[in-house]
């Protein structure tokens, strides 16, 4: 995600879920392009440190929601690209995605004649206010995607492991990437 600029300054944040209630998170305010063994740390599903001494993702109520609700989650990806910023600065409720070949990256879509309505929310400092937000559009019918916006502020993917959670990231990121280049023509 480094590499594809994805994750500037100390943009982004990373989790895996290692068991019933025990999920690992990357440090807040850490570069997530050098990162260590020493800068991620492990929460209970609420968030909570397991070290009281260390501090979490600003992010790591998100990453909790997604655990709570879905549980074959097992890891979560969240970055800052250029695409998903500039696109959900522009977006309504929802970024609709057709035709694409790498829609086939999503669960459920056998063809490219498909399409997802991506969730977008409007971005909130209160992340519990946000995750609150993000439930209800997931209850209104967008649970079945793995992923959502933050407007103007990044995305969120998951998957039932590190690899489908980047190979969906890198899905998405690459229409969102087309869909920004098609608005230049
Ligand atoms: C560079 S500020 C970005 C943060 O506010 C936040 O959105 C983010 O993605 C990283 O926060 P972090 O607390 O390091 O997980
Ligand atoms: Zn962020």
């Not at 850490?30 to 800068?39: E, I, V, Y």
């Not at 500039?86 to 999503?106: H, Q």
């Amino acid at each position: 995600m480094d590499a594809r600029g994805w994750v500037p300054a100390t943009a982004g944040n990373f989790s895996v879920r290692l068991g019933p209630g025990r999920v690992a998170v990357t440090r807040s305010g850490f570069h997530k392009g050098m990162l260590t063994p020493a800068a991620l740390m492990v929460v209970d599903e609420q968030g909570r440190p397991e070290d009281a001494s260390l501090r979490p993702s600003a992010e790591t109520g998100l990453h909790c929601g997604i655990y709570r609700r879905y549980p074959e989650a097992g890891a979560a990806l969240h970055g800052h690209s250029i695409p998903v910023t500039v696109l959900s600065r522009r977006a309504g409720d929802a970024i609709t995605l057709s035709g694409y070949e790498l829609l086939k990256a999503f669960p459920g879509l056998a063809t490219h004649e498909a399409s997802i309505s991506l969730p977008v929310v409007d971005n909130d400092q209160d992340i519990a206010r946000l995750q609150a937000v993000v439930e209800a559009r997931w209850d209104a019918g967008a649970a079945k995607i793995p992923g959502y916006l933050i407007r103007g502020h990044g995305v969120y993917v998951w998957g039932r492991d590190m690899p489908e959670a980047l190979l969906r990231l890198e899905a998405l990121e690459f229409m969102l990437a087309c869909e920004l280049e098609a608005r230049k023509l």
